[in-house]
């Protein structure tokens, strides 16, 4: 049975699926749509052309469907936020929909957005991706799935952090960051695999093991971006991560985390 507290206001037109709890004092626009069991706590603000999925949670304060903060924004044109399920949305979380007409901004299952957090227009989130407090991804950003981008880290617009890579606390990047590696500072190296990460999402002991010799030719090695990608090619085994790092790199449009100088270590 849906539940909508008294203060709250529930505009004509918006769509509740099943067992919907809105809390006190929530806004739910007349273009939102929520999915089965999905639940506001309190003074949550839902705007735009928002679909939710199913099971998402969200804490007070949190801003989910705004108008994009872009100067060529038409505030008459109709774009979108489409959000998949079992996500939770913290305080003060921010997601704002398309800046183009017709454009969207896309979250995927199982997300946790931590306080503070934002999410630009017209990004793709994946799935089981993590933001920490205060982690920001600029408009047109793209998040691919089980990556976390720690604490005040901020990620440039159109830039794209793989999967599973860890961005560690307070870091900037204007370029793209590897999948599979933790990387730090401002545009900074891919110090490490992320093994915490890997192991715990069951890949082998094998697989871990091609990765990390990945590393060490990519990033320990002090070559060029083509002769480490050839150097890869030739000495590895071309199972679907060492594919999937190529395929990263070669499809970088803004660049990507540089291979480590000798100087740099």
Do not use: W
């Not at 970088?252 to 100088?261: D, F, K, L, N, W």
């Amino acid at each position: 049975m849906t539940k909508i507290h008294p203060t709250a206001i529930v505009e004509p037109g918006a769509v509740l699926g099943e067992n919907v709890e809105i809390g006190p004092y929530c806004y739910v626009g007349p273009h939102v749509r929520l999915g089965a069991g999905c639940r506001l706590i309190a003074q949550c603000h839902l705007t735009g052309y928002t679909t939710f999925g199913e099971n998402n949670l969200i804490h007070p304060f949190a801003t989910i469907g705004g108008e994009p903060q872009d100067h060529s924004f038409d505030p008459a044109s109709v774009s979108y936020l489409k959000i998949g399920d079992h996500n939770v949305f913290h305080e003060n979380v921010t997601l704002h929909r398309g800046t183009k007409a017709e454009s969207e901004t896309v979250v995927g299952n199982h997300c946790l957005f931590m306080a503070g957090s934002h999410v630009g227009h017209n990004s793709r989130i994946g799935n089981n991706v993590i933001l920490v407090n205060c982690a920001m991804v600029g408009g047109y950003g793209q998040i691919f799935d089980n990556a976390i981008l720690s604490g005040l880290v901020a990620i440039h617009q159109f830039c794209r952090v793989g999967r599973f890579a860890m961005v560690s606390g307070g870091s900037v990047f204007s370029v793209d960051v590897p999948p599979f590696m933790i990387c730090e500072g401002r545009n900074g190296h891919a110090r490490a695999v992320n093994l915490v990460g890997l192991r715990r999402a069951g890949f082998t002991s094998e697989t871990i093991r091609v990765i990390r010799d990945l590393h060490k030719i990519f990033f320990r090695n002090g070559l060029s971006v083509s002769n480490a990608i050839a150097e890869v090619r030739a000495k590895l085994p071309q199972i679907p991560e060492v594919l999937e790092f190529i395929e990263f790199y070669e499809s970088a449009s803004r660049g990507i985390t540089p291979p480590e100088r000798p100087d740099h270590r």
